[in-house]
């Protein structure tokens, strides 16, 4: 375990199980804790996730929005879930009162803390988290479009037969509708991903529909998504806990564009390290521009 490693984690829903369990198995926290205004729904989990660990060693208990606030990283996944044929950006109004509460009742937060939200609209949420928090904008991050990038590479893994670990592409912007795929950029073992003759094959329209459907998707069948994003955000987590440097793309404050939206950004012990331009086809340049307009017209970001 690492010294001065405590998570907590805001939602006892199933996102929140979820990271929680996720990141239970990482042993890498002194202590997890989860707060939630239904005290039964944490006794609940924290009953629950007690008995895995049995093979973990890291404790969990029920805390508070105080003991939260003085937390080393602060995990926000507490909030309306979205509904099938329902856009993201519908959550705005009803999260923005559930944000606002939740960072209200952890103040003061420690100075050194990292906030890591993680709830729908979570580009949105994200920027609006930072001025609410009194931190800086480095240390307020956004799971951003890490998940649809997995996804991506996952997808891209099968067609091109190879360990999606292997292929460096990314999805920037917006999670949600607008959101799109640098595809000039994309690599496998240094290639450019235009240099391998599948590339000329693959429908990229398609693939860009599937990759931002692929929530909703889930939704339908079953209700809510969950494990794919809990996982996401304990490695987020594992990261900055021990200062990894890795590059993932999450939302962050993107100064040359004066709003908060999916770039890739290298993470450790002080959250947002650097921030790295994707280099981008006029026309990809064109698709991120009308992310970013999208999202500043959004009232809550004005």
């Not at 890498?28 to 060693?57: G, H, K, R, Y």
Request: proline share 4%; net charge negative.
């Amino acid at each position: 375990m690492v010294l001065h490693s405590k998570v907590a984690i805001i939602g006892a829903g199933a996102v929140g199980a979820s990271t929680a369990y996720a990141l239970m198995f990482k042993n890498i926290c002194t202590e997890i804790i989860i707060v939630d205004i239904n005290p039964d729904i944490v006794q609940a989990q924290v009953l629950d996730l007690a008995d895995a660990a049995s093979v973990s060693n890291t404790p969990i208990r029920a805390g508070s929005a105080d003991e939260a606030g003085q937390s080393d990283i602060i995990t926000i996944t507490a909030g309306a879930k979205q509904k099938e044929g329902e856009p993201r950006t519908k959550l705005i109004e009803q999260n923005y009162r559930v944000l606002k509460n939740i960072i209200g009742g952890m103040q003061p937060i420690r100075s050194d803390a990292i906030n890591l939200v993680v709830v729908n609209p979570v580009v949105i949420l994200t920027h609006i988290a930072q001025p609410l928090s009194g931190l800086e904008p480095n240390q307020v991050i956004g799971s951003g479009t890490y998940l649809d990038t997995t996804d991506l590479r996952v997808h891209l893994g099968d067609i091109f037969d190879v360990n999606p670990q292997s292929i460096h592409a990314f999805v920037l912007g917006e999670h949600g509708d607008s959101q799109m795929i640098a595809w000039e950029a994309a690599s496998i073992g240094g290639q450019p991903l235009t240099c391998f003759p599948e590339f000329a094959e693959l429908d990229k329209k398609a693939i860009s529909k599937a990759i931002s459907g692929k929530a909703m998707e889930i939704i339908r069948l079953k209700g809510a998504t969950f494990y794919g994003i809990g996982a996401c955000a304990a490695d987020l987590v594992h990261t900055i806990m021990l200062n990894r440097k890795s590059v993932h793309p999450v939302s962050v404050y993107v100064e040359k564009y004066g709003v908060t939206f999916s770039m890739p950004a290298k993470l450790g012990w002080r959250g947002v390290e650097k921030i790295y331009e994707v280099p981008l086809t006029e026309e990809e340049e064109v698709l991120l521009l009308k992310s970013v307009e999208a999202l500043k017209a959004v009232e809550y970001l004005s």
